[in-house]
């Protein structure tokens, strides 16, 4: 049983908005980092976003920060990505990382210190 379910991927158009939701099975992360990953076909895996829980402090990618907003609704135990301006080169495979201890700031884009992570959901962004 994964511990994080991710949903919400899809078939958009560039300039569209769209959004992936990451759900925890319950409060097992909140005390520690989520973030997003993603994955272009060929590509390595990249840092999009993350957040820590307990100072709810932000971290983005370059390429998405000002149209990409991550969240979390502590009651619902879920986080999203709230996705705003797509461009084609923003389809990838969309993966959801939780670290149950928080990640010190320089070290959150490093997709080696999430030791759990969901299954992915596609976004396809058309041109």
């Known amino acids: 049983v994964h511990p994080l379910v991710e949903s919400g991927g899809g078939l958009v158009q560039a300039g569209d908005s769209l959004s992936v939701s990451c759900a925890a099975s319950?409060?097992?992360?909140?005390?520690?980092?989520m973030a997003w990953f993603r994955q272009a076909p060929g590509k390595e895996r990249e840092f999009v976003a993350a957040?820590?829980?307990?100072?709810?402090?932000?971290y983005y990618a370059d390429s998405v920060k000002g149209r990409f907003t991550i969240s979390v609704d502590n009651a619902k135990y879920t986080m999203y990505l709230q996705m705003k301006d797509l461009q084609p080169e923003d389809t990838a495979v969309y993966y959801c990382a939780a670290s149950v201890n928080r990640i010190i700031t320089s070290a959150v884009r490093n997709s080696q210190m999430y030791r759990n992570w969901g299954q992915g959901t596609q976004v396809t962004v058309s041109s």
């Open positions: 319950g409060p097992t992360f909140s005390s520690g980092t």
């Open positions: 957040v820590s829980r307990s100072t709810r402090d932000t």
